[in-house]
T-cell receptor
Framework: ETGVTQSPTHLIKTRGQQVTLRCSSQ?????VSWYQQALGQGPQFIFQ???????GRGNFPPRFSGLQFPNYSSELNVNALELDDSALYLC??????????????FGPGTRLTVL | AQSVTQLDSHVSVSEGTPVLLRCNYS??????LFWYVQHPNKGLQLLLK??????LVKGINGFEAEFKKSETSFHLTKPSAHMSDAAEYFC????????????FGTGTLLAVQP
């Protein structure tokens, strides 16, 4: 069974640019959540996707957007990058059944540096 | 609103001695609680979870945690530390809403001395 994978592992961008991060969910998992982990802090919830629709959102501005595809993989897009967007971006997948989202399993993350 | 407080930002133990990482939670209902571990430059790995079944939860790599409602605590323990246990540990509560999003503590960095 393949776990959650993310690409790329590292990325360097400059302020004002746009970035796309990718996540493949674990087999059988239909829900993907994205988290931002700034240096020295715990991860913060960005948003979640279920059946290709946004299922909930944390306290992040609209320039953070996402997609989920029919195979349950997902993308995180960030426009107009700011220095504070430098962080480890984590994707987590989980199964959802009976209206309930189960345990979330994390990928290795993408380290984004904004210069 | 749900939250967790990790009482120690750094813990240092000697190899072979017990590990105790402390976590208190705040929740308006019976929470789902988790411990995740993060090794340097790695993602998060689930150690164990509590979902209102047995109050003593056993996880991977010899870790366990006890849910104590009267103390609103969910401390993580291991009888004997190994060098490979050196990592950052996060106590986590789920918000129980539509997304069941995870709310993380600030983390405890565990150092294991030889």
């Amino acid at each position: 069974e393949t776990g959650v994978t993310q690409s790329p592992t590292h990325l360097i961008k400059t302020r004002g640019q746009q970035v796309t991060l990718r996540c493949s969910s674990q087999s059988g998992h239909n829900t993907v959540s994205w988290y931002q982990q700034a240096l020295g802090q715990g991860p913060q919830f960005i948003f979640q996707y279920y059946r290709e629709e946004e299922n909930g959102r944390g306290n992040f501005p609209p320039r953070f957007s996402g997609l989920q595809f029919p195979n349950y993989s997902s993308e995180l897009n960030v426009n107009a990058l700011e220095l504070d967007d430098s962080a480890l971006y984590l994707c987590a997948s989980s199964p959802k059944s009976g209206g309930r989202i189960d345990t979330q399993y994390f990928g290795p993350g993408t380290r984004l540096t904004v210069l | 609103a749900q939250s967790v407080t990790q009482l120690d930002s750094h813990v240092s133990v000697s190899e072979g001695t017990p590990v105790l990482l402390r976590c208190n939670y705040s929740s308006s209902y019976s929470p789902s609680l988790f411990w995740y571990v993060q090794h340097p430059n790695k993602g998060l790995q689930l150690l164990l979870k509590y979902t209102s079944a047995a109050t003593l939860v056993k996880g991977i790599n010899g870790f366990e945690a006890e849910f104590k409602k009267s103390e609103t605590s969910f401390h993580l323990t291991k009888p004997s530390a190994h060098m490979s246990d050196a990592a950052e540990y996060f106590c986590v509560v789920s918000d129980g809403g539509a997304t069941n999003k995870l709310i993380f503590g600030t983390g405890t960095l565990l150092a294991v001395q030889p």
